[in-house]
């Protein structure tokens, strides 16, 4: 991870002027934060930009905004998602900036996910206000030239791991998909036109014009 900064509220000196602090985190150290820090961490005014995410053992993962390229990929495959999820209404897509708590207690924000409607509904009002505890039934990432690619396939297996079904790591660099699957081994696919929603998201072909390539 590169460094990143954080800026906590400061505690009042005794003078009448505030002042800022900022918290400079070097590659390789790791911050470990619980549940419940997480989530007023999160809720700072100053964190809005950052996308956040906690790994299962409390290390925080502090990601900057996406770049306008990856933010229009982004965009343009949450939409086709939720295109085929409004004319189908067979669930509920979200978008990246989503946070979800899964069984190990990490709390992820992929960059598309989505989950049938009859599990989104067994989820109480207030935990869906919250990082609700749910896994989703796919999740899609988009990976960015920045990040380590070997990072974001540890992070598809441990969706897999904790009960997803179905996900789809994309590279735009190499222009290859990498589908992941329970109980197989992740298949790689070098250019597709189209990936398909298989048995999770019925009857969608995914058109990766302008998300692979352009």
């Known amino acids: 991870m590169s460094p990143s900064t954080l800026e906590p509220t400061a505690a009042q000196p005794t003078t009448d002027r505030p002042t800022e602090t900022s918290l400079i985190v070097p590659e390789g150290v ?16 100053a964190n809005r930009d950052l996308r956040l995410e906690r790994e299962s053992d409390g290390g925080l993962i502090v990601m900057a905004p996406a770049g306008m390229d990856g933010g229009r990929r982004n965009l343009t495959l949450a939409a086709r998602l939720w295109n085929w999820n409004d004319a189908t209404g067979l669930g509920v897509a979200f978008d990246s900036s989503s946070g979800m708590t899964f069984p190990n207690t990490a709390v992820r924000a992929p960059d598309a996910t989505w989950i049938t409607r009859e ?14 505890r749910l896994v989703p039934d796919f999740v899609a990432e988009l990976h960015s030239p920045s990040d380590s690619l070997t990072k974001a396939r540890a992070k598809m297996a ?33 250019r597709p036109a189209t990936l398909s929603g298989e048995d999770v998201l019925p009857g969608l072909v995914l058109d990766l014009k302008g998300i692979l390539f352009d």
Request: net charge negative; with cysteine; aromatic share 10%.
């Open 30 to 45: 790791r911050l470990i934060v619980d549940p419940e820090d997480f989530e007023r961490l999160c809720r700072v005014p």
């Open 119 to 132: 599990r989104w509904e067994a989820v109480p009002e207030d935990e869906r206000a919250r990082f609700a």
């Open 158 to 190: 441990e969706y897999i791991a904790q009960g997803v079904r179905l996900g789809w790591l994309i590279d735009p660099t190499t222009q290859t998909v990498e589908i992941y699957r329970p109980g197989r081994e992740p298949e790689t696919l070098t």
